[in-house]
C-alpha cells in the first residue's frame, strides 16, 4: 500500500504595498458594499494596515500608515460617503424593525462608532415629535411579539404554556419585566394595537 505524499505547502502571498491610494481604493470598495461610520471605517483600514505589518516581507511604517487613515476618513466625510447620523439612522430604522429596544438601539449603534450626537438623532428620527423613549420600546416589545408570534399572537390553547417562555424571549432581547408583562399578558391583538 503507497502512502499519498502530503500536499505541497502554500507560501503565504504577500500583501499588497499600502500607501495611501491603497487605502482610499480600500476605503471605496468598502464603502460600495457598506454603510459605516467614520470610527468603523478608521476600524476596516487599521486592520488591513495591520493584516499587512503581520506579513515578513512587509514594510509598514505605523505612523505614516495612521496619519493615511485619518487622511483618507476624512476625504471619505467631505465627500459625504461617510455620514454617522446617515448611518445611525438606517441602522436604527432596521433594529427597531426587528424588534430591538431602544436600549439595545444605542448600545448597537455605539460599537458600530456612531456618536452620542447621531445616536439620539437616530432615535429622534424613529420616535418623531410624539413618541416617548417609554412608547418606543413598548413599540419595539409589539413589533418583537407580532414578529416571532408571541403572547396575544400566539393561537389562545397554547398560551398559557408557552407565557414563561415568550417572556423570556423578551427579556433575552432587552425588554424590562414590566414592559414584557403587558405585552405578553395583554388579553388579545386589538387590545396592544389600540394603545398604540
Not at 470598495?29 to 503581520?54: C, P
Not at 505605523?62 to 459625504?80: C, D, N, T
Request: aromatic content about 4%; overall charge positive; cysteine-free.
Amino acid at each position: 500500500m503507497t502512502e499519498a505524499s502530503p500536499p505541497p505547502k502554500s507560501r503565504a502571498k504577500p500583501p499588497r504595498r499600502i500607501s495611501a491610494q491603497s487605502l482610499e481604493n480600500s476605503a471605496l470598495y468598502y464603502l460600495q458594499r457598506y454603510d459605516s461610520t467614520a470610527e468603523n471605517l478608521r476600524r476596516v483600514l487599521t486592520r488591513k494596515v495591520r493584516r499587512a505589518a503581520m506579513h515578513p516581507e512587509a514594510t509598514v511604517d505605523p505612523a505614516a500608515a495612521s496619519e493615511w487613515i485619518a487622511a483618507v476618513v476624512a476625504k471619505m466625510q467631505r465627500l459625504g460617503y461617510v455620514d454617522d447620523t446617515r448611518t445611525a439612522t438606517a441602522k436604527a430604522r432596521g433594529l427597531f424593525a426587528k424588534g430591538a429596544p431602544p436600549a439595545t438601539i444605542r448600545r448597537r449603534l455605539a460599537l458600530a462608532g456612531a456618536g452620542e450626537d447621531a445616536i439620539d438623532a437616530a432615535l429622534g428620527e424613529i420616535a418623531g415629535e410624539t413618541m416617548s423613549e417609554t412608547d418606543l420600546t413598548r413599540a419595539a416589545a409589539i413589533t418583537l411579539a407580532r414578529r416571532k408570534r408571541l403572547g396575544p399572537y400566539r393561537p389562545e390553547a397554547d398560551r398559557p404554556d408557552r407565557r414563561q417562555k415568550d417572556m423570556a424571549t423578551l427579556a433575552r432581547a432587552g425588554f424590562d419585566f414590566e414592559t414584557a408583562r403587558r405585552i405578553i399578558d395583554a388579553p388579545d391583538v386589538e387590545s396592544l394595537e389600540d394603545d398604540d
